[in-house]
């Protein structure tokens, strides 16, 4: 076999653009969150019908004896978790985008990708060296050139930012625990139905029937949301992750856009400085991580 890797040129071109393009998609789905909050709805009910018309748009495709059976499964527990833990980032993560621009809080929710990394040493044995830990810290200050704690009156939103953050880390970390148990797109609806009950609990202190435009909205919530995350799931199929990872950071250019164009919001330069260094940081630890994925040189060690 000459090549070592599966995976040609052709191949990674298709998976970043996929990826791309889900990418600029899934932020429509926040503006038409922000949107709906600023109509008075509330995150906990934007976020439960989120989840609810998820589940109900691709429960006829995924609804198949074999797939229920498999609800019940080996993780069964672990994945009833993970979606606990997407349902309380999403709620926290809408609730910020109340009082916050699109793109100062997804540049505050960009730590999530260095809390990983302290997660997957405490919980999944994960080594991680002096440069990445480095590379964390580097990243937690960008953040705080966003945030600029006792610069300015820090919004309400930030907290909730930083506390979906720890949410949704979890939730990622739980998704490589679980990597293996089943259909993708079974996991796809399993966390949808499993948001969808949680949240239900709240819905009727904070229900409000939805008006035209607020179904319009949430219509191209669900859309951005389904389409989005089918477009990230092909681009994975076509390329590895660790080749697609920087990719992910164009979702603050999309979000960026769909904050300008729909809401006239637009990052100072402390913000662009903040994003500057998290993506540099996170960069960084995907360079760090495709070495430790390969063979060591005699002599090498690794970070």
């Not at 090549?3 to 653009?17: F, I």
């Not at 789905?29 to 018309?53: N, Q, S, T």
């Not at 939730?171 to 399993?190: A, C, E, H, I, Q």
């Amino acid at each position: 076999m000459s090549n070592a890797s599966p995976h040609t040129e052709a191949d990674l071109l298709r998976g970043a653009a996929l990826l791309i393009a889900g990418f600029t998609v899934i932020p429509l789905m926040d503006g038409a969150a922000k949107e709906l909050a600023a109509l008075g709805y509330a995150p906990v009910f934007i976020a439960w019908g989120r989840f609810a018309l998820s589940a109900v748009v691709m429960s006829p495709i995924l609804l198949k004896p074999g797939n229920i059976r498999g609800m019940f499964g080996p993780g069964a527990w672990w994945q009833v978790l993970r979606a606990v833990l997407l349902a309380t980032a999403t709620v926290l993560f809408f609730s910020a985008l109340k009082t916050m621009p699109m793109a100062d809080a997804l540049a505050v929710y960009f730590i999530y990708p260095f809390l990983i990394t302290i997660m997957a040493a405490l919980f999944l044995g994960e080594r991680v060296g002096i440069r990445r830990i480095s590379a964390v810290l580097v990243g937690f200050c960008g953040s705080l050139l966003i945030v600029r704690p006792g610069f300015e009156t820090v919004p309400d939103g930030v907290y909730y930012v930083l506390a979906a953050s720890v949410c949704f880390a979890g939730f990622n970390v739980l998704t490589r625990k679980l990597s293996g148990f089943g259909d993708p797109w079974m996991t796809v609806f399993y966390q949808s139905i499993v948001g969808a009950l949680v949240l239900a609990v709240f819905v009727p202190s904070n229900w409000q029937m939805p008006d035209l435009y607020a179904m319009q909205l949430m219509g191209l919530m669900i859309f951005s949301a389904i389409i989005g995350h089918w477009l990230l799931v092909k681009a994975y199929a076509q390329a590895p992750a660790s080749l697609l990872a920087p990719f992910g950071y164009f979702e603050m250019i999309a979000a960026v856009c769909v904050g300008y164009v729909w809401f006239g919001d637009f990052p100072d330069r402390f913000t662009w400085a903040g994003i500057a260094v998290i993506v540099t940081s996170g960069i960084y630890i995907w360079i760090r991580e495709r070495k430790r994925k390969q063979p060591p040189s005699a002599g090498k060690s690794k970070a």
